[in-house]
T-cell receptor
Framework: DADVTQTPRNRITKTGKRIMLECSQT?????MYWYRQDPGLGLRLIYY???????NKGEISDGYSVSRQAQAKFSLSLESAIPNQTALYFC????????????FGPGTRLTVT | GENVEQHPSTLSVQEGDSAVIKCTYS??????FPWYKQELGKGPQLIID?????GEKKDQRIAVTLNKTAKHFSLHITETQPEDSAVYFC???????????FGPGTSLSVIP
């Protein structure tokens, strides 16, 4: 089984709808991240969390919110989706402290029409 | 904040040739520089990293070099193979790994 899973893998939604993307990990890591990938812009950090009680904004948090339900679960919400939020979204985890490697999920392709 | 630039954005090489991808960073406090490979339909995966206390690191056909004075670091792939075709991202971070800032990516195509 994959260490980092994301659901759904693909989603098409309409402008104005609320949508939640979910991430689960079995690596036992404390740190979790949400990134957005757009062609030519690389990976941009939306939010990150170093433990269940810690939530931090990244480079592009406007229009997004997150919830860290447990050490293993970190969800990303779009309260009112807009077309320029169409992108590939990745969740990642890391052990922090002992090393910088991040482990990425397979991604969620979100299309907002 | 940190800014990471990466060149070229696309690169095509013949199988067996070498490929070089170059990155620059802006924050002199950065001291951890990972490289990630993203295959089609998958999430990025770490392939090699370097810390500021070394200037070069090799792992089989892959090597990274770091010039802290110039704030440059590069990825070198020798004897390229078709399975090296992917998007490669450089990144920079401080030792606390609070945030990893990624470059925009290089799409590498290895032509058989």
């Amino acid at each position: 089984d994959a260490d980092v899973t994301q659901t759904p893998r693909n989603r098409i939604t309409k402008t104005g709808k609320r949508i939640m993307l979910e991430c689960s990990q079995t690596k036992g890591h404390d740190r979790m991240y949400w990134y957005r990938q757009d062609p030519g812009l690389g990976l941009r950090l939306i939010y990150y969390s170093f433990d269940v009680k810690d939530i931090n904004k990244g480079e592009i948090s406007d229009g997004y919110s997150v919830s860290r339900q447990a050490q293993a679960k970190f969800s990303l919400s779009l309260e009112s989706a807009i077309p320029n939020q169409t992108a590939l979204y990745f969740c990642a985890t890391s052990e922090g402290g002992r090393g910088g490697e991040q482990y990425f999920g397979p991604g969620t392709r979100l299309t907002v029409t | 904040g940190e800014n990471v630039e990466q060149h070229p954005s696309t690169l095509s090489v013949q199988e067996g040739d070498s490929a070089v991808i170059k990155c620059t960073y802006s924050d002199s406090a950065s001291n951890y520089f990972p490289w990630y490979k993203q295959e089609l339909g998958k999430g990025p995966q770490l392939i090699i990293d370097i810390r500021s206390n070394v200037g070069e690191k090799k792992d089989q056909r892959i090597a990274v070099t770091l010039n802290k004075t110039a704030k440059h670091f590069s990825l070198h792939i020798t004897e390229t193979q078709p399975e090296d075709s992917a998007v490669y991202f450089c990144a920079a971070s401080t030792a606390s790994y609070d945030k990893v800032i990624f470059g925009p990516g290089t799409s590498l195509s290895v032509i058989p």
